[in-house]
Structure formats: C-alpha cells, structure tokens
C-alpha cells in the first residue's frame, strides 16, 4: 500500500502561548528559508510548498521533538524525497540501499552510512506516525526490518573483513556461517519502538569454521560480535544506529558475548529460568545460518515451551507474576512522571499478562506460541483463557501506551518511557501527542492505567503474594525494574540498583546453593520475607551484603531455603546472624546443617554447668570407637555450641562475662574427651605403670575461664614417671617417655586437625618451660625446678590462671599443689612492680601503633591487660597469705584483693565495672569482627556494643571507654609505678 502525506487528516492542537511553540513557529519560517538556503531554487520550491502544504504537521515536529527538527535542518532534501514518494516507497528504497551497500566499503564509510539511513527511517516513520497514516504495527514493522537489514549487513561485513583478519582463505557467508543471530524481546516480535535498543544474541556451532581450533574459533566470534556492537552503537557525529543489548544470553555476568549451542544448550537444561522462557517466546533468527538457527530454535523448543502441564513449573510462573506488586482497585495514579512501560497499568504488564498464559498453556498448545503481543491476546481468548472484552479493552491500551511511547521517545531520540515531571512540560508534551488540552490527555492516560492495572491484578487473586506490601520486588530479566528500585530504596536499601544486580544473579546457578530448580523456587518465596527481615536491620546494605556472602558460600540451598520458610523467625535470626557477626556466618554458610540446632527447645536457654556440659558431650560421643569419627563429632558438638552462644551474645542475653565461662565449657568439655579418647585409642586394656600420667594445663583466657569466640588455647602438657626409660606396651612399644611424646603429638593433633566439619582450636604450647622450642611434653619435675630456678615473673603471673583440664589425678594434684608453692614465694616489691611495669610497657610497644588505641580493648592503656595485671601481680606479691585462695578468675581475684584491703573499695569497684564493660565488647568485636577494631564501624555493630554497655549511643561509649581506661591506668600506675620511656 502507497500512501502520500495528502492522505492524513489535519492536526487540531491549541497551541497556547508557551516557549516550545514560539521556537516552533520560528523554526518554521527556518525551514523555508535558512535551512534551505543552499540548496537549488527548484529544490527550495518543493520544500516549501510541501511545508506550507503540511504547516501543522511541521508545527507538530518543531514544538515536540528537537531530534527530527535537528534532522530536517541537517537535511533538509528528504522533505524533497518524503513529498515525492510518501513514507512506504521512500523506506522501501532505503531498505534496498541497505541491503545493495559495497561491502569492500572501510568501517567508517559502512557506519557513516548506516546512521544516515536510520535518519532517514526515523525521520519518515515519525513523520507517518504523528500524521495518523500508519498503524502500529506498520510503525513498529517498519523500525524492525531497518534493524534486521542493518544487522545483517554489518555481521556480512565482518565476516568478510575478520576472515582476512583470522587467515581464512574463503570467506564464510552469513548463511553458511553456522551461527545464528537471534532477536530477542520486541525486536524478536517485531514489535520495536521509536528509539528502542536492539536484544540479540549470538550462538555459534563449536566446529563451524574448520581451520580453526576450538579457541581461535570462540575468539573469531567474540571479536565478531564485540564489532557488531561497536558497528551498531558507536556514536559518531551521525548519532547511532542502534544501541546493543547483549545481556539475555546465558548467564551474562560470566559468559562471553558470543555462546556456543552446546554451552547454551547445557545452561538451558541444568539452570535455566522462567523469565528466559518468557524471553525467548519472541526469539527469531534475524541473521545468520538458517539451518544453525532452525537447529537451535528446536534445541530451545522443550525448555521454553513444557510438553505437559508441570504444576511444579506452573507454580513457578505464578511465583514470577506475584513479586509484581498488583494494586487492586483503582489507587490514585500521578500522570506526571510515570514510567508507562514499567510503571502500574503500563506495558510490561499487558506483555506479561500474555506471556505468562502462553508458558503455562503454550506446551500443549502450539497456537499460543506467537511472538507479537496483540495477536496472542485474541488468540487467549479464542482458547478460552481470557475474555474478549479483555481482549478489546488491553488492544486499545496496548496500542495507546505504545503510542505514547514513541511520542516520548521522538523529543530526543532517548530510550525513555517517563512522562515529563513538571506541568510545563507535561503540557508541551500533551501538544506533542494530539491533545486539545492536558486534561484530556491526563483523563486519557489515567483511565488507560487502570484498565490495564484492573487486569493485571486478577493473574493474583489466587496464591501467595511474592511482593512486598510497600512494591515491587521483580528480579527477572537483564535489567532493573525500576519500580523495583523504588521499592528497595523505600525499604532502606541506598544500593538499590546493585542490590538488583546481585539478587537477579542468584537465579543464574552460578553457586552451589542455586544450581537446582527447587532451590532457585525456594528462594523466590522466601524472598521479600527475606529483604524485609534485612531492611530491619540497623544497616540494611551491609547486612545484605553479609547475606549475600552468605549465600554463595552455601554448599546446597534446597535444606536451608526450606527450613527459612517454615520458620520465618530463623530467616530473622540468619539476617541478624550475617548482618552483624561474620564468624559465625561464614561457620553457617560452611555448615548450614549447624542451623539444625536451632530447632532444639533448649537453644536460647544458657549452659548447663560444666560438669553437665562434659556429660553432654560424652553422651553425644557414646558409641563411637573410630579416632575420625570422634574429631568430627567433637568438631559438630563445639561448632552447634559455639553458634548457641554467638546467638545469646548477639540477643544480649549473654554478659561479657558469662558468655566467657559458657565458651570455656564447650572448650574444657572438648579437651577433657578428646584427651581421654587419645589415651584410650593408644592404651586400650593397657594400663600405665604406676606414677605414670600425663595432664593437661590450661592458661591464659582458658584458664581463667574467660573466652572469646576466637580464642585459641594456652596449654602445657605435663607428664610424671618414675622410670622414663621403663618400657611399656600399647598400641606400639616404646619407653614411658617416647610414649608420652607420641601421646602429646596425636592429642595436640587431634585438636587441631581440620576434617570435613571444619577444625576445631588453635593451641598455643609457647608458655611451657622451653618455648615453642623443645619436646612437646614437659616432665614434672623439669617444670618443677624451672619454676623456682628460671621462671620469669610474668610466667608466674600465667600460673595464676592455670587449670588442670584433664588428666591423671594424682599429677593434677601435684600441679595445683606447685602453683600454691609458687604463689607462697617471698617477693621484693619494688622488683616486682618494676618487672610488672616493665612488662607492660614492652606490651604495649609490641600492640599499640601511632594514634589512638582506644578500641584495642585488651592492649590499650588502661585496658583489659592493666586490669588482669593488677589482679595476678598483686596476687603474687601478697601470696605469702592468699596463696589459698587465689583463683583462676580475674574478677574473683579482684574480689579477694579487695577484701583483703590490698585495694580499696573505690578501686576495686571501678576495676570490675570496666572488666565488666571490657569483657562485653570484646565479646562482640571478636564475634563481628575479622579484623582488629578500627572505627568507624557498621550501624549494626554500634547498635551491639551500645547494647553490650547499656549506654544509649557511640558519643557516650567512647567516653565512658576513654573514662574506664583513664580510671584504670591510674590504679596501674598508683600500684606499680610509671610506665618508664
């Protein structure tokens, strides 16, 4: 059909008084005059006379859209060619030129000509568009075959031109090339809008090319389509032809740009979702081999279209339809501003209103398996899926919001679908579209959205919703819902496009926990449960970020995502958990079946004592009898348990200080059985001859009874024998003292060893007589002598924290009766407080770097070392009489120092409330944090730390902190001296 523009109808706008119309006017007169000016006088003629013809099309142009005035003053001859053939004929030859171009042409002359004919296709379908002449479907028909012509001479002319590149001796043509260029989305469907981008894929058969090997030839088409784009999009002074879209191949964060059938055809199968079925129902092969493309499109036939009706899969797409946020009833909609593609009542929801009744219907249905949308929705209709008033009413609004789409995106060339934002705008723009005033265009607009809204909203009548009740939350397809966005950001997330990014990625299988169907449907549901419980957090972004790190350490999802959605309070717990506490989320996301233990009634009840809590762990190991079994149960135990006081600390239902004496538990309980186990698995039957043991001395935070999540153990192994040289008889044969070497060594290693549930302490042996030097056990009575004879003060102020853990019992004995001897020696004091001072400036030269060290909890001056050495060196110097009755515990310690008037009351109470604040922060710091502690730190660390110190905010934490550690190395230096420089 061959229409001239003296076939339209006349434009009817008021054009009010406002600037847009003023330059209209003066371009006008531009146009008959300087633009023409260098053109012959018969030219000039033709162009006025058909401006003058066309005056309110022209003023229609020139008040709506600077892009197609920018090209009528360029160029003003096309009028010339426009008035003699009329928009059909004139794109017709445009298409042949296209098709007719020199292939031996360079790069610059193909681009440069490329771009001039997409003005020239611009230019007329708007011009047939605005005057009334075409249809839709002619608009958007001729915009796709101007993309189709272009990308097939593009990728004829890179084929010629990468052949000579790669050494081919016959160039392949583009249909033998064995690859396929498929379009996607509306380019697929031929249903491309006025300044869209183009979504293609490229996929190329492995052995296409035979001269050249597997990688060369995956480079050939990479390179290939890399210039493709650059053909396309590059722009130049011209502008561009058109913008490339790459991103709906498989897995496009972690693919090249060009795959092959067989990695396709294998991402299909094993991880493909239902938004890529969604997108490849408007797939065509644009370019390319034909066979390839046939063999491809029937490879992508099962996975897009399901041969029977999977409820499973049907499942799945409702689950995709419910995280859009569906308003029912008819909410007020603001017209200034809204996006009309992705907005309420928009585009995207007519499209998926069809596409998501073709996945579920299109598997036994083969008449439901078109591209365009309009067609499929009569096509519903006559299948008996929807009505046909819904069908009449969502063609109109299709065709309206299509409409106003390209109206949009004609004012600047600009992939856009937001209406302008003020009400100058708005009313310049209502001009553009045809409207006598904004009235009539906003009551048009408003009615067209809920139409569409109303529609949409009754695909959700049924089943859960998968939306949050503040939006959307849509993370399908290669790019941001924006309403989505919204969304996010209104729940606090100030990552939001981001946050986008990453979650979509979570449905690409590219880690362990969503490699399965099930798993990547799990997720979906639980989903805005989950980013909600997120958002509560004191910092969303970084909780989430936690979250997500979370996620891809997971080595299955199908367990943990099941048991999130059956227990919304766990799914809070696990965002609290990874928000603020990463040991214990990285030790989750190692072994999520840790999450078992949640489920125990007793999980948020404290510790039983530690005599129960061995017994637990003994009856936890009854009728194991193989050593790897019993360092993985062990390994289970002291991991589910850790985890139960990670939990308790972060509720605050643990204080500093009894979360330090539940960590010991697990820990005494740990050594106790595992060294038992080691002995028996080397002794069986045997017994050891008389006087012969071997015992295990806690220290440090161990044997305080103070821990931390991240402790490690200061032990010394001690062993007694009356003969060392007496042979004996176990598993093997060997003298008492070989035997007590190798006994140390598996137990040592026991402790240590990781296995597949993970590793279970650190061991520090540096505070044994010989250093890290020497044999692993120690004999008695060198320990002995050494204490007397070559003990440094500080080892004797270790002692004072010693802790027999397990062992012979009459050794045990000896042990704690040498330390008593040890706490009786006689002292000089003022050696004592130098040495005491001495050592802790040496400390803190060692630990405390150039600025502040106010955080450094433990080394700081004043801080929890001043504390626990006030406590074991004035234990020390007073042992004469309190050798009886000093105990392991720092606290304890500082309670006996003060009953007994070696502290006064003040002091001592001001020591205990700062270990008490001490103790609850490094708590929290060694659960949250990796790293040593510098702020500034996350919001939700503050919030714990504020909560640890019962003090409303940070501002008054760093002053009590800085008044603790003030008031603290005051009584260090009144009870032992300056530190000396």
Same mark, same amino acid.
């Given at each position: 059909m061959t229409r001239s523009f003296s076939d339209r109808k006349k434009i009817n706008v008021k054009r009010g008084d406002n600037e847009a119309n003023r330059v209209a006017h003066s371009h006008l007169e531009d146009c008959k005059s300087i633009w023409i000016a260098e053109l012959s006088a018969e030219a000039q003629s033709a162009i006025i006379a058909f401006v003058n013809d066309h005056e309110d099309l022209f003023l229609q142009i020139f008040a709506g859209s600077s892009f197609l005035t920018r090209i009528i003053r360029t160029r003003p001859n096309l009028l010339i060619e426009l008035?003699?053939?009329?928009?059909?004929?004139?794109?017709?030859? $445009?298409?042949?030129?296209?098709?007719?171009?020199?292939?031996?042409?360079?790069?610059?002359?193909?681009?440069?000509?490329?771009?001039?004919?997409?003005?020239?296709?611009?230019?007329?379908?708007?011009?047939?568009?605005?005057?009334?002449?075409w249809s839709l479907e002619e608009v958007t028909g001729t915009l796709t075959d101007f993309a189709d012509a272009s990308v097939r001479i593009s990728l004829?002319?890179?084929?010629?031109?990468?052949?000579? *590149?790669?050494?081919?001796?016959?160039?392949?043509?583009?249909?033998?090339?064995?690859?396929?260029?498929?379009?996607?989305?509306?380019?697929?469907?031929?249903?491309?809008?006025?300044?869209?981008?183009?979504?293609?894929?490229?996929?190329?058969?492995?052995?296409?090319?035979?001269?050249?090997?597997?990688?060369?030839?995956?480079?050939?088409?990479?390179?290939?389509?890399?210039?493709?784009?650059?053909?396309?999009?590059?722009?130049?002074?011209?502008?561009?032809?058109?913008?490339?879209?790459?991103?709906?191949?498989?897995?496009?964060?972690?693919?090249?740009?060009?795959?092959?059938?067989?990695? &396709?055809?294998?991402?299909?199968?094993?991880?493909?979702?239902?938004?890529?079925?969604?997108?490849f129902i408007k797939a065509r092969q644009i370019a390319g081999d034909k066979r390839t493309g046939d063999k491809l499109l029937a490879i992508l036939s099962p996975f897009i279209w399901r041969k029977n009706l999977d409820f499973a899969a049907i499942e799945d797409v409702h689950a995709m339809k419910r995280q859009i946020h569906a308003v029912r009833g008819h909410g007020q909609i603001a017209v200034a501003g809204h996006n009309i593609k992705l907005g309420r009542g928009g585009i995207r929801e007519i499209e998926f209103f069809v596409q998501t009744q073709q996945l579920i219907a299109g598997g036994r249905d083969k008449s439901l398996r078109g591209s365009q949308t309009c067609p499929m929705l009569k096509q519903l209709a006559e299948r008996g899926w929807i009505k046909t008033e819904t069908v009449d009413e969502l063609t109109t609004a299709y065709h309206f919001l299509r409409g106003?789409?390209?109206?949009?995106?004609m004012q600047q060339d600009e992939q856009t679908h937001t209406l302008p934002k003020t009400e100058e705008k708005l009313q310049i723009f209502s001009d553009f579209?045809?409207?006598?005033?904004?009235?009539?265009?906003?009551?048009?607009?408003?009615?067209?959205?809920?139409?569409?809204?109303?529609?949409?909203?009754?695909?959700?009548?049924?089943?859960?919703?998968?939306?949050?009740?503040?939006?959307?939350?849509?993370?399908?397809?290669?790019?941001?819902?924006?309403?989505?966005?919204?969304?996010?950001?209104?729940?606090?997330?100030?990552?939001?496009? *981001?946050?986008?990014?990453?979650?979509?990625?979570?449905?690409?299988?590219?880690?362990?926990?969503?490699?399965?169907?099930?798993?990547?449907?799990?997720?979906?549901?639980?989903?805005?449960?989950?980013?909600?419980?997120?958002?509560?957090?004191?910092?969303?972004?970084?909780?989430?970020?936690?979250f997500n790190d979370f996620l891809t350490g997971l080595p299955s999802g199908i367990q943990i995502f099941s048991l999130f959605q059956s227990n919304p309070d766990l799914l809070n717990l696990i965002t609290d958990i990874v928000g603020t506490a990463p040991r214990l989320s990285a030790q989750l996301s190692r072994r999520p079946v840790t999450l078992d233990s949640l489920l125990d009634p007793n999980f948020n009840q404290p510790l039983s004592d530690a005599d129960e809590v061995l017994q637990e762990l003994q009856s936890y190991m009854s009728g194991i009898t193989h050593f790897?079994?019993?360092?993985?149960?062990?390994?289970?135990?002291?991991?589910?348990?850790?985890?139960?006081?990670?939990?308790?600390?972060?509720?605050?239902?643990?204080?500093?200080?009894?979360?330090?004496?539940?960590?010991?538990?697990?820990?005494?309980?740990?050594?106790?059985?595992?060294?038992?186990?080691?002995?028996?698995?080397?002794?069986?039957?045997?017994?050891?001859p008389d006087g012969s043991e071997m015992a295990v001395l806690g220290l440090g935070k161990l044997g305080s009874r103070e821990m931390t999540v991240s402790s490690d153990l200061d032990l010394i192994i001690v062993c007694a024998a009356e003969d060392y040289a007496q042979e004996v008889t176990y598993t093997a044969s060997s003298s008492m003292e070989v035997f007590f070497s190798?006994?140390?060594?598996?137990? $040592?290693?026991?402790?240590?060893?990781?296995?597949?549930?993970?590793?279970?302490?650190?061991?520090?042996?540096?505070?044994?007589?010989?250093g890290n030097a020497g044999p692993l056990v120690t004999k008695f009575k060198s320990f002995e002598d050494y204490q007397f004879s070559n003990a440094w003060l500080w080892e004797h102020m270790a002692l004072t924290r010693g802790r027999v853990l397990a062992g012979g019992k009459n050794l045990t004995n000896q042990i704690q009766a040498l330390q008593k001897k040890v706490f009786q020696m006689t002292r000089d004091p003022d050696e004592s407080r130098y040495n005491i001072a001495d050592m802790k400036k040496r400390l803190e030269a060692h630990h405390i770097k150039k600025g502040d060290a106010k955080w450094d909890i433990k080394h700081a001056?004043?801080?929890?070392?001043?504390?626990?050495?006030? &406590?074991?060196?004035?234990?020390?110097?007073?042992?004469?009489?309190?050798?009886?009755? $000093?105990?392991?515990?720092?606290?304890?310690n500082l309670e006996l120092l003060g009953a007994e008037h070696i502290l006064s009351p003040d002091d001592k109470t001001r020591l205990i409330e700062a270990l008490s604040v001490y103790s609850g922060l490094l708590q929290i710091f060694r659960l949250c944090l990796d790293t040593p502690a510098v702020p500034p730190f996350s919001q939700s660390l503050n919030l714990l730390l504020c909560q640890s110190s019962a003090l409303p905010d940070m501002a008054h934490l760093e002053q009590a902190l800085s008044e603790h550690q003030k008031s603290v190395r005051d009584i260090f230096v009144r009870m032992f001296g300056q530190l000396s420089d």
């Open positions: 008035a003699e053939d009329g928009p059909d004929v004139f794109c017709e030859k $445009i298409l042949t030129l296209i098709f007719d171009q020199d292939l031996s042409c360079d790069r610059d002359g193909l681009m440069r000509d490329l771009r001039l004919y997409r003005q020239s296709i611009s230019l007329a379908t708007a011009m047939a568009d605005i005057a009334g002449l004829d002319w890179l084929l010629k031109n990468k052949s000579a *590149q790669y050494g081919l001796d016959i160039p392949p043509t583009g249909d033998q090339c064995q690859c396929v260029v498929l379009g996607m989305g509306k380019y697929g469907a031929r249903e491309l809008n006025y300044s869209s981008d183009i979504d293609i894929v490229v996929f190329y058969e492995p052995d296409g090319i035979v001269s050249l090997d597997s990688h060369k030839l995956a480079e050939f088409w990479i390179d290939l389509t890399r210039d493709l784009s650059t053909i396309l999009q590059f722009t130049t002074d011209a502008g561009f032809v058109f913008r490339v879209d790459l991103r709906l191949r498989p897995d496009p964060g972690s693919t090249p740009v060009a795959v092959s059938i067989p990695a &396709a055809e294998t991402y299909y199968e094993s991880f493909g979702q239902n938004w890529e079925r969604a997108a106003i789409e390209h109206r949009l995106q579209c045809g409207y006598e005033t904004l009235d009539d265009f906003r009551s048009r607009l408003t009615e067209v959205l809920k139409t569409v809204q109303t529609h949409y909203a009754e695909l959700f009548e049924q089943g859960e919703v998968l939306a949050d009740e503040m939006g959307n939350l849509v993370f399908v397809g290669s790019e941001n819902d924006p309403e989505t966005l919204e969304t996010l950001s209104q729940m606090g997330f100030a990552r939001a496009a *981001q946050m986008s990014d990453e979650i979509r990625g979570w449905h690409s299988g590219r880690f362990a926990a969503v490699r399965t169907p099930r798993a990547r449907e799990l997720l979906t549901r639980i989903k805005p449960r989950l980013l909600k419980s997120l958002s509560q957090t004191p910092d969303p972004d970084f909780a989430f970020a936690r790897e079994d019993m360092l993985d149960a062990t390994r289970r135990w002291h991991r589910e348990n850790i985890f139960r006081i990670g939990t308790q600390i972060l509720s605050g239902k643990l204080t500093g200080h009894t979360a330090g004496e539940d960590i010991t538990k697990v820990a005494d309980a740990s050594t106790r059985v595992i060294f038992d186990f080691v002995m028996k698995d080397l002794l069986g039957d045997v017994t050891l190798r006994a140390a060594r598996r137990f $040592i290693s026991a402790m240590t060893a990781p296995t597949s549930e993970g590793y279970l302490f650190d061991i520090d042996m540096r505070l044994r007589p010989t001056p004043g801080g929890l070392v001043d504390i626990e050495f006030i &406590a074991q060196g004035l234990c020390l110097m007073h042992g004469e009489a309190l050798a009886e009755r $000093i105990c392991t515990s720092t606290q304890s």
